[in-house]
């Protein structure tokens, strides 16, 4: 049976990757399969978001790249709403270089990502030493790397043999690599002419561009709606930002959890009914 007819419960169970054990494991215990991405610059409206979708979501994505009045004190503040709502942190850094550079910068420089982000990703272009290098920082923490093998922008050229040779490559790290940015399951993707198919195969799709009120933003984003994003293309997560919170900075409260609460809900039913197709 293919891995997004299970339970998350179940698959995490199979996962030796901490990072994915947790996430699963995160998602079954909140009945949530829905990610925020805090996209905002200013360190009071990070924590003020995070503060308040907290408990609908098992996972919160990070930009820290662009908060413009970073400290490194905003990480231990952002560890605690971790501790306190129960969700994992996805610095959505995308690495893109040599082996030896993305090491250094998932480690050192000013963020320290791989010291407080349990999942982090990358673009699979300079090949597998990408994957090799961000390893050997990522590795011992016990964290995740997702591969961004498909991206949900109109006109992107993350499609057909770059998104092949991606999931090759994750294939070939499956200690560290958990799983892709992507908008369908990737069994069977890559495969060889006469390579068998790995029916224990479970890599973790998180999806972004879900919205259910509007399908672009005039920008080339383009949206499905959970149904369509978990239920007809088997992703795992959902990733949502503005269509929750709106304008950074003149946030309603009350309105901002209504949404989450709504995306929470329309995530989850979409997977129950996906269980129900197996």
Request: glycine share 10%.
């Amino acid at each position: 049976m293919s891995a997004h007819f299970q339970t998350y419960a179940s698959r995490a169970e199979r996962h030796s990757n901490p990072a994915a054990r947790s996430l699963l494991e995160t998602i079954e215990r909140k009945q949530s399969n829905l990610c925020v991405s805090v996209d905002v610059t200013s360190s009071k409206d990070f924590l003020a978001i995070i503060e308040v979708v907290g408990p609908y979501v098992s996972l919160i994505k990070t930009h820290v790249d662009i908060i413009e009045d970073f400290e490194p004190s905003l990480i231990a503040r952002l560890q605690g709403l971790s501790a306190k709502h129960d969700f994992l942190i996805f610095e959505d850094r995308k690495f893109a270089d040599i082996g030896n550079t993305v090491a250094l910068q998932y480690s050192a420089g000013v963020h320290k990502i791989a010291f407080w982000s349990h999942l982090t990703n990358a673009h699979p272009v300079p090949g597998p030493s990408i994957v090799k290098g961000l390893a050997t920082v990522g590795l011992p923490l016990g964290r995740g790397l997702l591969l961004l093998a498909e991206m949900s922008t109109a006109g992107t050229l993350a499609r057909g043999a770059y998104t092949e040779d991606a999931v090759r490559m994750a294939r070939a790290s499956r200690d560290f690599v958990i799983g892709f940015i992507a908008q369908q399951r990737m069994e069977g993707v890559g495969l060889r002419s006469g390579e068998p198919k790995d029916e224990a195969e479970d890599f973790l799709i998180l999806t972004p561009g879900v919205g259910l009120d509007v399908t672009g933003d005039g920008l080339g984003q383009q949206y499905r709606t959970p149904e369509q994003v978990v239920t007809e293309s088997g992703c795992d997560v959902i990733i949502v930002g503005r269509g929750i919170y709106g304008k950074p900075g003149s946030m309603d409260i009350t309105e901002v959890q209504k949404q989450a609460e709504r995306y929470r809900k329309a995530g989850w039913d979409a997977y129950l009914k996906r269980l129900d197709q197996k």
